[in-house]
């Protein structure tokens, strides 16, 4: 390959300024010499040597794309891997039927021979000795797939300056597959690939029995024959679609005697259905070489290049007259079409390859996200491949695939949207206001082709509703700690502090005792800041009612209205603080516990010397406390099923529905109990 860049084309002159350059024979040339021509311009290229008496040089050679000596790249890697082999091969390009060289290329060896067939020159032989190899633009159809199972394929890619082989395995109903060349070998049935073992087991394998084992019923052998017309006309008209095996079941099912009844019935319906398809199949083939006239007549390769495929998929076989015309007219037209103009066709039809692969991605991808109706970061890859493949696919996607696409890309536009997490057990009891899914019911998609079934999660928004109420409940928490921290202030503000004797002086004691005393009055330090925190362990019970509540304004010997939902009850079994803390600084109510205080002073200071820690005399148990009353009584401990649940505002001694109970109505009852004891 001679280089196409002038600087690239100096180092060649360098490289090879010992070496001289021929015009090939086996390339169709004229075997003169040639030499190189250099150019800024254009492209570089090899230039016969001028004729000496000036008259201009005449060579047979046409073609000087890369693919025409794909015929020598195909005998130089056959030779090598043939070679591998233990094999020496010969090789022979043939020119049958006036063919040009190059068209065909003989590979013999001592067990085997192929003919490689690199263009439509020559049709294929198929039942002889020389396994046929086809080039990717000579056509098979679908009837000689069925029958042989698979035929052979070669291509060559460009790797820098050489062409690489690869042989490929196209079988009916499945797609081609392409292999190394070292990745074949020759066997008994000939030229295998990895695909043809797997055909052939899958061919080879026994059909599995429809029918349990015993003794099976005698069927008449005129109708077990019918039968089995009627399902070969089905196979042949819904999975091949072979107009010549349609004919040919047809016929053979009229010609078919002694079916009478129902079964005669099906026959006949059947082979009229099939002759109406085959109508059918005939004005589209019709069509389609109407199409192929047309394109050649407007002069559009790349058209008459994918009619031309499709004639040859379909309508390989049985041409009258006229359609062998306008199928030789176009094979004479697009193979006398220049390398510039084939290289830019193949690019097209690679370019719609592409497309069409990057439609089957697109409805793949759609299919894969039918289970969601939100934008996630989990889903972020295939959304990006979505919208390059649709890009790509452009106008071959419908216009409901199309507008699924932009919905999917919308929702890219946005961040994706983090799936909040929180249990099944508490998002089921809301109703979703995305879904308008009812209490205990799962959230269904809203959008989509799946629309209305159920999704995996639950929305966020009603999830959201959850979170919500729990970050409501922890303020209210805080502002309740908040409260209960500035009541215990304002209570030890209250306290009066003890009177201390100017002249007295505490006698002195050991460290020890000292540090007890210590403990002992900030554990007294302690209760007292609790004690001051309960105000109605302050106020005597009778006076609780005494005075008018300024805050929900109960009048004397009223109960409080209960609005801060304390307890179940409407009205509130302990007054409002603030009525509390009214009646504690009221100035007609005597000071309880004045004279005790007095006299505990008095007796501590006439108590004999406390004895030391280590010889102090065991702690009498406490008492028990006599079990009180619990109907309206301030110190009792409340139940979960004894409050109403915050929740689902079930009464109470009633069960949470849909079962169990909240864990909202149990902290609830806690919290109750706690501010009963304080």
Same mark, same amino acid.
């Given at each position: 390959m001679l280089p196409m860049e002038a600087i690239e084309l100096d180092s060649f002159r360098r490289v090879h300024e010992d070496d001289t350059f021929w015009c090939?024979?086996? $390339?169709?040339?004229?075997?003169?010499?040639?030499?190189?021509?250099?150019?800024?311009?254009?492209?570089?290229?090899?230039?016969?040597?001028?004729?000496?008496?000036?008259?201009?040089?005449?060579?047979?050679?046409?073609?000087?794309?890369?693919?025409?000596?794909?015929?020598?790249? /195909?005998?130089?890697?056959?030779?090598? !891997?043939?070679?591998?082999?233990?094999? #020496?091969?010969?090789?022979? &390009?043939?020119?049958?039927?006036?063919?040009?060289? +190059?068209?065909?290329?003989?590979?013999?060896?001592?067990?085997?021979?192929?003919?490689?067939?690199?263009?439509?020159?020559?049709?294929?032989?198929?039942?002889?000795? /020389?396994?046929?190899?086809?080039?990717?633009?000579?056509p098979v159809d679908r009837d000689t797939l069925i029958r042989r199972w698979y035929v052979h394929r070669i291509r060559l890619n460009s790797v820098g300056t050489a062409r690489h082989v690869q042989i490929g395995t196209e079988a009916f109903a499945r797609p081609i597959e392409w292999f190394a060349l070292d990745e074949?070998?020759?066997?008994?049935?000939?030229?295998?690939?990895? @695909?043809?073992?797997?055909?052939? #087991?899958?061919? =080879?394998?026994?059909?599995?029995?429809?029918?349990?084992?015993?003794?099976?019923?005698?069927?008449?052998?005129?109708? %077990?024959?019918?039968? %089995? $017309?009627l399902r070969r006309l089905v196979y042949a008209r819904s999975r091949i679609e072979s107009v010549p095996v349609v004919k040919q079941v047809c016929a053979d099912i009229e010609n078919l005697t002694d079916v009478d009844g129902e079964l005669q019935e099906q026959l006949e319906t059947a082979v009229r259905y099939a002759r109406a398809w085959l109508v059918e199949q005939g004005e589209e083939r019709r069509k389609l070489f109407d199409n192929l006239n047309k394109a050649v007549a407007e002069q559009k390769p790349g058209r008459v290049r994918r009619l031309l495929m499709c004639v040859n998929a379909t309508a390989a076989e049985d041409?009258?007259?006229?359609?062998?015309?306008?199928?030789?007219?176009? =094979?004479? &037209?697009?193979?006398?079409?220049?390398?510039?103009?084939?290289?830019?066709?193949?690019?097209? %039809?690679?370019?719609?390859?592409? @497309?069409?692969?990057?439609?089957?991605?697109?409805?793949?991808?759609? #299919?894969?996200?039918?289970?969601?109706? %939100? &934008?996630?970061?989990?889903?972020?890859?295939?959304?990006?491949?979505?919208?390059?493949? @649709?890009?790509?696919?452009?106008? $071959?996607?419908?216009?409901?695939?199309?507008?699924? /696409?932009?919905?999917?890309?919308?929702?890219a536009a946005r961040r994706p949207q983090d799936q909040l997490r929180v249990a099944r057990r508490y998002w089921i009891q809301r109703s979703c206001p995305r879904c308008n899914a009812q209490q205990g019911k799962a959230c269904v998609l809203v959008e989509g082709p799946n629309s209305g079934k159920p999704r995996k999660d639950g929305h966020n928004e009603r999830m959201q509703l959850e979170l919500d109420e729990r970050k409501a409940a922890r303020e209210l928490a805080r502002q309740q700690k908040k409260a209960r921290q500035e009541v215990e202030a304002s209570a030890e503000r209250m306290q009066p502090a003890p009177e201390a004797h100017e002249n007295e002086v505490s006698p002195a004691r050991p460290l020890q005792e000292q540090r007890l005393q210590s403990g002992r009055k900030g554990q007294a330090h302690e209760a007292r800041v609790k004690a001051a925190a309960r105000l109605h362990h302050q106020v005597p019970r009778g006076d609780w009612y005494r005075m008018t509540c300024p805050r929900c304004y109960a009048g004397p010997d009223k109960l409080c209205e209960n609005d801060d939902r304390v307890g179940p009850s409407a009205k509130r079994q302990l007054?409002?603080?603030?009525?509390?803390?009214?009646?504690?600084?009221?100035?007609?109510?005597?000071?309880? +516990?004045?004279?005790?205080? +007095?006299a505990r002073e008095e007796r501590r200071h006439q108590a004999p010397p406390p004895v030391r820690a280590e010889a102090r005399l065991p702690r009498p148990r406490r008492r028990e406390r006599e079990p009180q009353e619990t109907a309206g009584s301030a110190a009792r401990t !409340?139940?979960?099923?004894?409050?109403?649940?915050?929740?689902? #505002?079930?009464?109470?001694?009633?069960?949470?529905?849909?079962? +169990?109970?909240?864990?909202?109505?149990?902290? !609830?009852?806690?919290?109750?109990?706690?501010?009963?004891?304080?």
């Open positions: 090939g024979t086996l $390339l169709g040339g004229c075997g003169g010499q040639l030499t190189t021509k250099l150019y800024t311009d254009r492209a570089c290229h090899f230039a016969h040597y001028p004729d000496p008496a000036g008259l201009p040089h005449v060579c047979g050679r046409r073609s000087r794309g890369v693919d025409s000596a794909d015929h020598l790249y /195909v005998r130089s890697a056959a030779a090598a !891997w043939l070679a591998g082999c233990g094999e #020496q091969a010969t090789f022979d &390009y043939t020119r049958t039927e006036g063919a040009p060289i +190059g068209s065909i290329v003989d590979v013999r060896w001592r067990h085997g021979a192929l003919r490689v067939h690199l263009d439509q020159a020559v049709a294929p032989v198929w039942d002889c000795a /020389v396994e046929p190899v086809l080039g990717t633009m000579v074949c070998e020759m066997t008994e049935r000939g030229l295998s690939t990895p @695909a043809i073992e797997k055909i052939v #087991q899958a061919r =080879t394998a026994p059909r599995p029995s429809l029918w349990s084992p015993g003794k099976a019923r005698k069927v008449a052998e005129p109708e %077990a024959r019918a039968r %089995a $017309l041409h009258t007259d006229a359609e062998s015309a306008v199928y030789e007219r176009a =094979t004479t &037209y697009f193979e006398s079409l220049d390398d510039l103009i084939r290289d830019a066709v193949e690019a097209e %039809a690679d370019t719609e390859k592409a @497309a069409h692969r990057a439609a089957a991605r697109v409805r793949n991808a759609l #299919q894969r996200l039918r289970g969601y109706d %939100a &934008y996630t970061p989990n889903l972020r890859s295939q959304v990006e491949e979505l919208a390059r493949s @649709a890009v790509l696919a452009g106008e $071959l996607l419908t216009r409901v695939e199309a507008r699924r /696409v932009e919905v999917w890309k919308k929702r007054p409002h603080d603030e009525r509390l803390r009214r009646v504690l600084e009221s100035s007609d109510r005597s000071v309880p +516990g004045k004279h005790q205080r +007095g !409340w139940h979960a099923k004894e409050v109403t649940c915050p929740k689902c #505002q079930v009464g109470p001694d009633l069960p949470c529905v849909p079962r +169990g109970l909240h864990h909202e109505r149990v902290e !609830w009852a806690k919290e109750f109990t706690r501010k009963l004891w304080g």
